[in-house]
């Protein structure tokens, strides 16, 4: 049963716009909420992450909203570059220390 | 610059061969990880290891086998391949667990024909 759920799979932006990938999570007791970056024949990189104390999270260009009650994240590119192009995996984690389950992911294309 | 490595990063084999992926780390992390993923799908967990000498599976059934005889050191072996275990396989580590972030190896592409 699929407790993160991406259901995007694709996503097209122009340069110099706002991204917006959404997530969503079935299981209440996910309390760590992470973002990865994967480029073709890569592994997955880390972007950014929130807890479940905050419900926004900022780190340059990337940010991470968090709505609790509706069960559902976000994350804000601004402004998109074409570099920004690869396919972004939510994850999330019952508990820091336990491993962390992924959605299907979104593959970003942004044009220029 | 890579602190986790995975070899070989593509493997074409022929079925019911035995092959062994690899996985090292150099930062000194207790946790590691194997993700299967098949394009367009999740990153399923399939093993995972708190530490020298512990090994779990994860939550998707794998053939796979795991040893963790060294603190740097993460090998999946497959004893007899087939071609259902076509796939990416990730191998990452941890200090803390995954609400910190993982640092993930550039993957193994294996092809069983």
């Known amino acids: 049963d699929q407790q993160v759920k991406q259901n995007s799979p694709s996503l097209s932006v122009q340069e110099g716009r706002i991204s917006i990938l959404n997530c969503d999570y079935t299981?209440?007791?996910?309390?760590?909420f992470l973002w990865y970056k994967k480029y073709p024949a890569e592994g997955p990189t880390f972007l950014i992450s929130?807890?479940?104390?905050?419900d926004k999270n900022e780190d340059g260009r990337f940010t991470v909203f968090l709505n609790k009650s509706a069960k559902h994240l976000s994350l804000h590119i601004v402004p998109s570059q074409p570099g920004d192009s690869a396919v972004y995996f939510c994850?999330?984690?019952?508990?820091?220390?336990?491993?962390?389950?992924f959605g299907k992911g979104t593959s970003l294309l942004v044009t220029p | 610059e890579a602190d986790i490595y995975q070899t070989p990063r593509y493997l074409v084999i022929g079925t019911g061969k035995k092959i062994t992926l690899e996985c090292s780390q150099t930062?000194?992390?207790?946790?590691m990880y194997w993700y299967q993923q098949d394009p367009g799908m999740e990153l399923h967990l399939i093993h995972y290891s708190y530490g020298v000498n512990s090994t779990e599976k994860g939550d998707l059934s794998s053939e796979s086998t795991v040893s963790r005889i060294r603190t740097e050191h993460f090998p999946l072996t497959l004893e007899s391949a087939r071609p259902s275990h076509t796939s990416q396989y990730l191998c990452a580590s941890s200090e803390y667990g995954g609400g910190y972030g993982y640092t993930f190896g550039s993957g193994t592409r294996l092809t069983v024909v």
């Open positions: 994850a999330a984690s019952a508990n820091s220390g336990y491993a962390l389950n």
């Open positions: 930062m000194g992390h207790d946790k």
């Open positions: 929130i807890s479940s104390i905050k």
């Open positions: 299981n209440s007791m996910f309390d760590y």
